[in-house]
Every structure is written in C-alpha cells, then in structure tokens.
C-alpha cells in the first residue's frame, strides 16, 4: 500500500483535527507554574507551563481578555484551553480559554495585583460612590437561595422595615458557574425598565478564603459592580473578609446581616426619628410662639405708652385752648359791642328818623339832584314808611305843583 503524502499544512490541519477530537478539552483542567509569562503588542500573551515533578514544558497562547487574571512568574494555576499545531511555528500550543490560580500564595499575589490594577483606574474612588435610598421599595438580591447569607439577609429586612419587594436572582457563589451566572444577575437588574428596575443590588455570601471569594475578586465581577447603574451593596462573610467587588461597591457591608441593616431602615429607628422631629417642631412652635407673644407684648406696651402720652398732649391742648378761648371772649365782647356801637351810629334809619328822607329810582339812591328829570318817579324812604312821588321841578325848573 502506497503512503499518503501530504503537505506540511495539511498535516498540520490532520493533526489539530485528531487532538480536537480525542482529547476533552472542556473536561480536563490542566495544572502548573507559570513561566516566561509575556504580553506582546498589550494584546497578544504567552507563557510556559511548567511541571515541578518532570522538566515537561508546554507553551501556551492567549489574549488579555481571556487571561481576566493578573498573572506573573512562579504562580501555580489550572489553565483549561484546547491544543493546536501552529501552522508558522509548527509548534504545539495550547490556545488558552481560562487561567485560574491555585493556593494560597498565587491566589493572594493574584489579588494584590488586580487590586492595584483597579485602584489605580479608579474604581475605588469614594467619589464615585453613591448613596442608597432612604426607603426602598424594591431590592434586587444576588446570592445562593442554599447559602445561610439568604436567610440572614430576608430576615433582618422582614424584622427592620416590612413591605419590601425583593427579587432574588439565585446564583453560585463559588465554583467555576459563579462568575457567569453574577455577571448574569447584573445585566439582567440592569437591563430591566426604568420602573421596573430595583433601587439598590446587594451581592452576597458568607466568609471564606481566597479560593472560596474567587468569584467576588475576578475582575469582570468588579467592572460589573463599577458599571451597574443601580446602586450596588456588597457583603462578603464576616468583617475580617475582604473581595475586591468590596472596594468597588458603592456601599461596602460587613456580613450579610449587616447588609439588610444597611438598606433598609429600622421601624425602631425611625419612629425615634419621628418622635424627635415632633418634638422639637413643638418646642419650635411653642418657641415662636413665646418670641411673637413677646413681640406683641412690648408693641401693645409701646402703643399704650403712645397713647397716653397723645391723650395727655390732647388734654394739655384742651387746657391751654380753653384758657385761651376764656382770655379772647373779654376783648372779643369789647370788639363786638364796640362795632355795634358804631353800627347803630351809621345806622341810616337813625338819620332818618330825625327827618332826613331817601330818595332812590329803580332801586338807587339818587344822590344828586342833577341826575333826575321831570316827571320820573321816584321812591322817597322815610324814618317811618315810604312813598312814590314824581319830580316836578329840579334846581328851581319845572313845574312849580309838588305831589
């Protein structure tokens, strides 16, 4: 039987054909030492994978936004990814889908590095942070429906202030589902309508060590925290734990417990608050009140001052006026008779009835006699009644009968 001859390219293409077929990328995690760990053009990252127990090394490839992690030399981690032949290096490589840290010591190096990372973005800035509503009416809740931070956190809400809404959005809180499906609960809270939306996210769980809290300090867990538009509580087991999504919350809560105190308001509380306000209204009040009633009483003082110094400068007006009146009345009385005495001197009718007459035509006293013609008549006023006449004669002319 003749060989099969094949090209370079070809072969290459057959033999990444058989490793994806035979081998269970998906179902084999793959551990090691990182070494010679590279990032090329702040895209494209290799490193080697080293075996402490044989001199085996295998090469492996990646992008930065498949690593997620910060990754250094010396760290161990469980690589999970696929193997292929490169056709330009004709090397095998294993084309990296997920890295993840194991133990104490990478896991620890891991976190401190992304922490920097993320501190020096900005994701920590207290600015940022924003503050919860005073009285929520709807609250999402992202945690296990199987962890005891559930039950803590329903029943300290229902005991505080009842009423509430909650959705709860059930999610792993550790394990390889647990980053997904938080990311998940974040975009689904955040997609929803305006008025339908919650008022504030809480994530939580109970305590744990750094390969239990790997979830809460994988970095696109804390970008999801960072850029949801709903205010983000996060509570991570006991005040001696401490996540990375911590930092980045807009409020950070000690236990699970301590998240519900920390949300929603204590009836207690508030009735306090209530009684206080009410109180201090009525000392208000009844302190206004005091100040107007002394207000009222120094302007009903000063008026009544007013008063009587105005009924007083009217009585001494009264007073001087009549002791003025009572001096004019002497010399008004002398005035008086004083005219009348001169009135009753010039009194026409006086003159007259000593034997002087009035002679007057049309209701004028004819004063000179020049001013009559014959015949006119003429009105004569005695001291005592009056007669008509007619002029006969004047200055010596004229007839000589006199009527």
């Given at each position: ?196 939306r919650p008022d504030a996210i809480v994530l939580t769980r109970g305590g744990g060590g750094l390969e239990d809290l790997h979830a809460f300090n994988d970095e696109q867990v804390a970008r999801a925290v960072y850029q949801s538009v709903i205010p983000v509580v996060v509570a991570v ?167």
């Amino acid at each position: 039987m003749e060989p099969t001859v094949l090209h370079v390219g070809d072969y290459l293409a057959l033999l990444n054909n058989v490793l994806h077929d035979r081998v269970p990328s998906n179902e084999i995690l793959i551990e090691g030492e990182v070494s010679d760990y590279r990032v090329a053009q702040q895209k494209w990252v290799s490193f080697d994978l080293k075996d402490e127990k044989a001199e085996a090394v295998l090469k492996c490839f990646a992008t930065v936004w498949q690593i997620g992690t910060p990754i250094e030399d010396g760290m161990r981690v469980h690589v999970k990814g696929f193997p292929k032949m490169y056709e330009r290096f004709g090397t095998l490589k294993l084309n990296v889908q997920s890295i993840e840290p194991i133990g104490e010591g990478a896991l620890k190096r891991a976190y401190d590095l992304l922490k920097k990372k993320l501190e020096t973005e900005g994701l920590f800035d207290v600015s940022r942070k924003r503050t919860l509503p005073r009285f929520p009416k709807k609250i999402g809740l992202i945690t296990s429906r199987d962890a005891a931070a559930y039950g803590d956190f329903l029943r300290i809400v229902n005991n505080r202030w009842g009423g509430i809404e909650i959705e709860h959005a059930h999610v792993h809180v550790q394990g390889r589902e647990a980053v997904g499906e938080i990311l998940g609960a974040f975009r689904y809270f955040n997609t929803l309508a305006v008025e339908e939306r919650p008022d504030a996210i809480v994530l939580t769980r109970g305590g744990g060590g750094l390969e239990d809290l790997h979830a809460f300090n994988d970095e696109q867990v804390a970008r999801a925290v960072y850029q949801s538009v709903i205010p983000v509580v996060v509570a991570v087991g006991h005040e001696r734990d401490e996540s990375l999504a911590d930092y980045v919350a807009d409020v950070r809560a000690s236990t699970p417990s301590n998240a519900a105190e920390r949300v929603v308001p204590s009836r207690a509380d508030v009735k306090y608050e209530l009684d206080m306000m009410l109180t201090h209204n009525e000392q208000r009040l009844q302190f206004v009140m005091d100040e107007y009633r002394t207000v009222a009483d120094k302007i009903a003082t000063r008026v009544g001052h007013i008063l009587e110094r105005e009924r007083e400068r009217l009585l001494a007006m009264r007073t001087r006026l009549h002791d003025r009146v009572e001096g004019w009345l002497p010399t008004l009385r002398d005035s008086i008779e004083s005219s009348a005495r001169m009135l009753r001197q010039v009194d026409p009718t006086r003159i007259l009835a000593r034997g002087y007459a009035i002679v007057h035509v049309d209701g004028a006293v004819v004063r000179e006699a020049g001013t009559l013609a014959i015949g006119k008549e003429i009105g004569i006023q005695l001291g005592t009644g009056s007669v008509d006449a007619e002029v006969l004669r004047v200055n010596g002319k004229g007839k000589q009968k006199l009527v």
